[in-house]
């Protein structure tokens, strides 16, 4: 899966960019904790990395 397509899932929920630190979108939530963030790179992301960043944001 590409991170765009995650990215649309998060903000989907309610997620929002907080801030870019490279290629890197750090997240927000108004009332869920944690900053998920996720890498901007142009291939696809690996499982792990994928279901980690699903689990950060409380959807997984």
Do not use: C, Y
Not at 21 to 28: A, E, M, T
């Amino acid at each position: 899966m590409k991170p765009k397509d995650l990215l649309k899932i998060l903000e989907a929920d309610g997620w929002q960019v907080e801030r870019i630190r490279g290629s890197h979108h750090i997240l927000k939530h108004p009332t869920k904790p944690g900053r998920p963030v996720i890498p901007m790179h142009n291939k696809d992301m690996k499982p792990g990395t994928f279901n980690s960043i699903l689990k950060q944001a409380g959807i997984k």
